[in-house]
């Protein structure tokens, strides 16, 4: 059972691209990325065991239930809320900076809120079905995805044109002071656990996840691959200049004997597939959370029928996100989504703080 | 339950409604662009901008590859490409423009406007490759050579590693050119499209080096080589000597070259280069095989070693870094801003420290 965890990890961890966290390591790349990203390891890796620890003594409940258990609903009631819109905010960001790709590099002609509705649709459809499904939903995705994923990324660090001088330049800061705002971008790599807070009713009890040492090591491996290659690509300077840093660095490199020649186009569809079950995903939580507002809500992983709450709130949240699009243009998104990682690791901290002394205090009374 | 499904999949497909008549135009609509000449204009500010143009056509044999040219002025770029859009009937596709050719004169004026046109186009791939014409982009993009399949090939050819090899040539990439032109410590390189007048044709045997603006100096196609040997450890390549008055000439099977920057006991800054080649003899007096090899490694390394400082200096001295020396020295030292600025005063002086080490193979097929 243990990899049904370990599928959140990873997708969330190469999910990176899409919300930009590239970029704002790459701000950083001469005061303190460096830094930032060996911090965020030791934090990322940390609070992960942590939270597999305390969700591990209470197999087949999800955060809310836990909550619900030590503290009033008065308590309990908003801080669902605001984690729901923590939940929110990350796949939003990463779907509509998808519809805004698209319109970018396949079809300038569509509108990208046309796009954003289409993609919302799929995400909606499959964000309301049962957990059981979206977590079968995951597997499918990465199992037929990751392949050609490994695949563009094996090519891009093999691939003659990566000037290792300058990756070596850069890694040359790495005397500078860490910078909160990329921690918190680098420590997103970590944050697949956090999945556990809904997706941990599914575990059964008495698994144990094996194989923890390779957390760090996954996080490790696709945080350098996200910073460093491409800096390979693009050099010390020019590669601040990108704004789809990672699209110019796939759009560098060429298949001359693959039936597409230019492997950016590869690379966009595997990570529209990426996107939209991270998407998903996120929402499906999203909404189980809010859903465990109503007092006579029982927690299924595998409802059928489906309720229609799930579909109204979902429905709130398509609405949100292209309302989002419709007001906002791609610099309003990079910042949000700066302040969004760097506000969501102090969310993560209090969070996993908070919950390790209340169970710690709740075993001592029992 | 059903009717709710139907309902579904109907408001679903009044969503895809808005799709028809987007941008997806019929290959036979489209005009693709294989090749882009730009120029600086005739007289006054502003671009000529030269499109060749492939005509779809169901035959592919060499000769038969048809394209159309056309030559737009605009003051700017992106002006030209979107007035050429009223020259044609068809949509423009720069989808597959492969080969972007800057004229010789707006190089050695500036190139930066270029530049930002470049990187901001969607639809301009990050591999297309990047020259310099001579005398202007206009008259190589018009050149269509009689062995072409299909419109555009023979450069795509020229440059790819598909068809020739040339050792006298490099390839840029556009994603290359803007690293080099952004990077500190790298300056840009690009091959020389030169035409032939006689032919009708052209031919790839120089490699200009600029700097971050514009043009500074070209190489000798003897130095073209070179540079590749250094830079690319460019293969299936030659390096000469005159012996006695005789010229040998070793074609080169592999090339190695790696650089090292030190500094001796003084403080002065050296950049050692140490480069191994290996081949056979492909040009040389008959008699030689009974000569001493040692000797003839000994003289060609010497020789070499001469003509690759000449080179090195010669471009230290116009101040421009087309090998990467500079990220050299700061991928290996301490990571802050001084090391930059400190590289900037070392460059001028810094001395050469140049080995090669020749070893010969055997003389070919004779004695």
Known sequence: MSRYFYYHIVLVALLNLMLFVPHILIQYRYHGAMTSMAISVVVGTGLCLMFMSIMSKYPGQGLPEILNRFLPRAVTLPFMVFMAVMWIIGPSIAVVSYAVLINRFINPDTSPILVLVLLCAVCLYAATRPTMTIIFLIEMGLVLNLPLIVFILF????NDAINWDAIHTVANYWTQMPKWNAIGAASYIFTGYANLAVYNRAMPPNVRIRHRWTIPLIGMLVLALTFFVPIGFHGTESVDDYLYVWSMTADSMIMSYGFIERVIFVFLIMYLNLTLIYTASGWHQAIEFLKGLAKDYKPEIDGVPMKK??????AAIVAATVLYLYFFNEKITFRLSEYWLGFRLVVEIG?????????????TRS | MRGKGLLAVLLLAVLLLPLAGCGFKDIDKR??????????????????????LAVPSPKIEPG?????????????????VRLAKSHVD?????GHCKVFVLGEKLVKKNYTDVMEWMSRRRDIQSVAYLSIGRPDAQSIVKIAPKTERYPGNALFLAFGVDGTESSYSISTYLFDFNRRY????????????????????YFISRIALLDKSKMVMLLTPQESQLYNQIANRFGKSTIKATIEEENIVLAANSVSSSYKIMSDQDGNQKLRLKMKISGLFEEAPLGIYEKDWHKLEQTLSEQTEAQIKRMLVKIQKAGIDPFG???????????????????????????????????????????
């Open chain 2, 90 to 94: 068809k949509e423009l596709d720069f």
């Open chain 2, 31 to 52: 005009f693709f662009i294989v090749a882009l000449g730009i120029d600086a204009a005739d007289e006054g500010k502003g671009f000529k901008v030269t499109l060749r």
């Open chain 1, 309 to 314: 709450a799930g579909m109204i709130i979902g």
């Open chain 2, 64 to 80: 038969s590859a048809l394209s159309e040219v056309k030559t737009i002025q605009a003051p700017t770029i992106a002006e030209a």
């Open chain 2, 182 to 201: 952004g990077e500190h410590g790298m300056d840009p390189v690009l091959p020389l499209i030169r035409k032939d007048p006689q032919e009708g044709d």
């Open chain 1, 351 to 363: 969070t996993v703080g908070f919950l390790f002394v209340l169970v710690r205090k709740g075993k």
């Open chain 1, 155 to 158: 090519k891009a660090v093999r």
């Open chain 2, 325 to 367: 020396f500079g990220l050299k020295y700061r991928a290996t030292h301490a990571g802050n801003d001084q090391t930059w600025k400190t590289w900037q005063k070392i460059y001028p002086e810094l001395e050469f420290d140049v080995k090669v080490n020749v070893h010969v193979e055997g003389t070919g097929l004779s004695r």
